[in-house]
């Protein structure tokens, strides 16, 4: 059974439908709420819902629509299938043509849905790694700072130069983690390996960069 609704919501996002129908959402993602009445932007718009705090309506594309236009749940879909000319099947018999390339469409998203969580699995992993490491070379630095005063006579060269290469690899794994963050950072990574959260990840999977 092809689920023509999950096909109309991967197609349009809640933000087109508030901005279209209701009001543009504001750079915190909030519109005045359309089921109260609300005079203040109590109302959250995000990863396909609104949300509203102040009396909890809770809508997705089509109960948005629904609400809005007072329409039942096909009317709905129908209104959003033609504003936003998705020219899906709705309310029609479907060929057996059409039926095989919504199951198609359907399959794909899935596996596209699928595929990004995985990835941001992945991700999640290797950046707690970045941490972890990071906090066990900030210990491993104090460990071997020289104490001060530091005289020259008796310092230890190879202690000095473990020294140094910990201090450095402390810079790099800040400059990951910061960058990871999409924190803007400026030295020499940023210029060798560049700013891109996506290609950095990339790299430290398939093993082209290591932590
Ligand atoms: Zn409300």
Redesign the pocket.
Known sequence: MINLSEELKSRISIEDVISRYWEEPDRAHRVK?F??N?KDR??LVKNGFVY?F????RFDIIGTVQHLFELSFIQACEKLNSDFNCGLPIGKKLTRSEMEELKRAEAQRIAARQAAENRKCIENKIFINVCDELHLTQAIVSALEPSKPIDIDTLDEELIDAYFAQLKRLEWLEWLADTLLGHDTDCEWTYTIGADTRVIYDRLISGDLTI
């Open positions: 709420c089921a109260h609300g109590n109302m509203c102040v009396c909890g309506a």
